[in-house]
């Protein structure tokens, strides 16, 4: 079976949300291949501490493409301690320009607190409108809840968390098994 025929692995939501001082990433615990659910609590957030920096990064895609861009994600933050987006764009320039990481098939949300960003294969590190982000199978659905509740008196926690729940009611790839970090 070629790649191209290979049914391949879906079933990701992640959202980034920033809110009052405070930043929350989400994922969805799902993991399908082809129509069938291969496991339902997958962590698809994570924690990383490089250099002691407090950084949350949450992932659609393959996850050992996924997880190879977070150790070089972890490397580029202990070479530039303290600045996410220098570190950011100089992983999404090696991602973009060496022909082994131009191979990787995933998508990341991150944080440090202050900045957030989503960061591409194609070399792009975006700073999303409205403090919102969110990317997977379900990404767009929870994206359009999450902005709809950011005027109301709900937390960024509690955005996140009623996005990721509209978006496992919508998206067959999504469930709402939720994996949550917080920074502020």
Known sequence: MTREEFP???GTTIIGVRKNGKV????????SLGQTV??????????LSPGGQDVIAGFAGSTADAFTLLERL?????????????????????????KYLQKLEAMLIVTDGKDLFVITGA???LEPEHDIAAIGSGGNFALAAGRAMMDTDLDAEEVARKAMAIAADICVYTNGKLTVESIG
């Open 8 to 10: 391949g692995w879906h």
């Open 24 to 31: 929350v990433i989400a994922g969805d615990g799902q993991v």
């Open 38 to 47: 291969i496991k339902g609590t997958a962590r698809k957030v994570r924690r």
């Open 74 to 98: 972890e490397k580029k933050l202990e070479a530039t301690p303290g600045q996410l987006a220098r570190a950011s764009v100089d992983l999404a320039k090696d991602w973009r320009t060496d």
């Open 123 to 125: 070399g792009d590190v």
